[in-house]
């Protein structure tokens, strides 16, 4: 046995996704994937990817598998590079068998590369003999897909803007146990949608109003992890609701335009501005897909949930507190 092959290993990690109440949308270095602002977020307990990479010798190339199926080309690529990332590191050569599952459907604008690529960064750092500070893994998993930095910490995670590798790396702002929140996500389309964030990400500064809004998401920012620190459920919804419309301007007068909604997704951002007016405190964000995530106290998260399944168009709620960080279930040295 070569010394090299002394450290590989085989490792399991699980990382949930996480849902961004300040948002990431656009960047000023696509390669080091560096956002244009900073963005704040949760982690989702019920939303989660494991992932098992096993680094092994007798391969001759990278092998991917999702859901136990061999993945498509342009997946399997953008995974075989982010581990070619970590081998560079670690010094080492040997292929890697790689196998994912999301426990939720892929690429229906639930944040699936967000626990995919911190899933995959944690596992193959591990296997790969590398022990690196959770900080450096943030770093990591930010090449592999952005939103993906923020599912490493645990609980609420704040992802800084900067302009070097090393500055924009994320952080906890407070713990899954600080504030029990709810995200019930309603699912409105269950097939993968049309411009995926990676592309909706390079369009920004085709919109005349970009700069206004990565100017107001610094505001944002400053707002929302104060509301979240001082569990101010009022300013928190408030706050996140203005800033989910404002990707989605963005979104909508880029060239060419993306429209995320559908009349479902309208329809429920009409029904929870209803409910508010009817006392029931609960408010909406939604990501690059049609459908909504609606946030709510855990006191009022069960009658949310049931007015979402009687939406029609509704498919699925999936019911969501704050998440941990990404763990290492297992692994194995050979
Ligand atoms: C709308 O992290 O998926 O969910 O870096 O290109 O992989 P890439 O983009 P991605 O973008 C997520 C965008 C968002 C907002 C957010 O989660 O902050």
């Given at each position: 046995m070569t010394d090299t092959l002394k450290h590989l290993q085989k490792a399991t990690c699980i990382a949930t996704t996480n849902i961004a109440f300040v948002k990431y949308w656009g960047r000023i270095n696509d390669a080091l994937r560096l956002p244009m602002n900073g963005s704040i977020s949760m982690n989702l307990d019920s939303a989660f990817t494991t992932t098992t990479v096993e680094f092994d010798e007798s391969l001759t190339a990278d092998l991917f598998s999702l859901a136990n199926q061999p993945a498509d080309a342009k997946q399997s690529a953008r995974v075989f590079s982010h581990v070619d990332r970590i081998r560079a590191m670690a010094g080492i050569q040997t292929r890697a068998r790689v196998a994912s599952e999301n426990n939720f459907p892929t690429g229906?604008?639930?944040?699936s590369s967000a626990s995919a690529f911190a899933a995959l960064s944690v596992a193959t750092a591990k296997a790969a003999g590398l022990s690196l500070p959770e900080r450096e893994l943030t770093l990591l998993a930010r090449q592999g897909s952005?939103?993906?930095?923020?599912?490493?910490?645990?609980?609420f995670v704040e992802w800084h803007y900067g302009e070097t590798n090393e500055a924009s790396f994320a952080e906890q702002i407070?713990?899954?146990?600080h504030w029990d929140i709810r995200d019930l996500i309603a699912i409105t389309q269950t097939t993968h949608k049309e411009v995926g964030s990676a592309d909706g990400?390079?369009?920004?500064?085709?919109?005349?109003f970009n700069e206004t809004r990565v100017k107001l998401a610094g505001a944002s920012l400053n707002i929302i992890r104060r509301a979240i620190l001082e569990k101010n459920w009022t300013t928190f919804g408030e706050e996140t609701e203005r800033e989910a419309i404002r990707l989605h301007v963005i979104a909508m007068t880029s060239q060419p335009p993306i429209y995320y909604w559908s009349p479902v997704t309208l329809a429920i951002i009409q029904a929870v501005t209803e409910w508010r007016r009817d006392g029931l405190e609960a408010y909406f964000t939604i990501d690059a897909g049609a459908n909504v995530h609606v946030l709510a106290k855990a006191e009022d998260a069960d009658e949310v949930e049931n007015r979402l399944w009687q939406?029609?168009?509704?498919k699925i709620v999936l019911h969501n507190k704050p998440g941990m960080g990404a763990q290492v279930v297992e692994s194995h040295l050979f």
């Open positions: 229906a604008g639930i944040a952005g939103s993906a930095c923020r599912s490493v910490p645990a609980g407070a713990p899954p146990e990400n390079k369009l920004v500064s085709t919109s005349p939406q029609e168009g509704v």
